[in-house]
T-cell receptor
């Protein structure tokens, strides 16, 4: 089982450059999301999607774009990288999306992360 | 809004010692509560969960009880091993927020042989 696959594992960007972090899952999960992890701050939600064609903003969306053209893929785009975006990024997915009665009990499955440094 | 507060680390223990990581939360109604664990170089994985008051989640020797009266979900293990060295995250979800989780800041645990 591949689960949630993120690429690349490491990336160094210069300020102003753009790039796309890739995320794919093979579990047919409806819900996918992107978090960033910063020391002492836990994980903060950037964007999420409850199904193909549907995306929404999380807690810290500025500077990032997402799209969900297929169930499997949920790429995160950095439009113009800034040093404040230096972080570890995690993609996560789960079975049920939206506000169904069971969705909030569904555990998230995480990828192994992408460590991004912006100089 | 919802929030989760957990004790700061690092917590350093000897093998076979007792581990407690405190977690308290702020939320309306009855959220679901989770503990996730992150081993070095990996993503987070679910350790245990509890979905209603007084529920006890357990897995791999870890336990946590959902205490509505103290809004707490403390993680405990009676005898830790070196392999338990990791970062532990407390988190909550709420029916109104669907799958969106609110995480605590994480607690790094280091177990020495």
């Amino acid at each position: 089982n591949a689960g949630v696959t993120q690429t690349p594992k490491f990336q160094v960007l210069k300020t102003g450059q753009s790039m796309t972090l890739q995320c794919a899952q093979d579990m047919n999960h409806e819900y996918m999301s992107w978090y960033r992890q910063d020391p002492g701050m836990g994980l903060r939600l950037i964007h999420y999607s409850v199904g193909a064609g549907i995306t929404d903003q999380g807690e810290v969306p500025n500077g990032y774009n997402v799209s969900r053209s297929t169930t499997e893929d949920f790429p995160l785009r950095l439009l113009s990288a800034a040093p404040s975006q230096t972080s570890v990024y995690f993609c996560a997915s789960s079975y049920a999306g939206g506000q169904s009665s069971s969705s909030y009990n569904s555990p998230l499955h995480f990828g192994n992360g992408t460590r991004l440094t912006v100089t | 809004g919802n929030s989760v507060t957990q004790m700061e680390g690092p917590v350093t223990l000897s093998e076979e010692a007792f581990l407690t990581i405190n977690c308290t939360y702020t939320a309306t109604g009855y959220p679901s509560l989770f503990w996730y664990v992150q081993y070095p170089g990996e993503g987070l994985q679910l350790l245990l969960k509890a979905t209603k008051a007084d529920d006890k989640g357990s897995n791999k020797g870890f336990e946590a009880t959902y205490r509505k009266e103290t809004t707490s979900f403390h993680l405990e293990k009676g005898s830790v091993q070196v392999s338990d060295s990791a970062v532990y995250f407390c988190a909550l979800s709420h029916k109104a927020a669907g799958n969106k989780l609110t995480f605590g800041g994480g607690t790094r645990v280091l177990v020495k042989p």
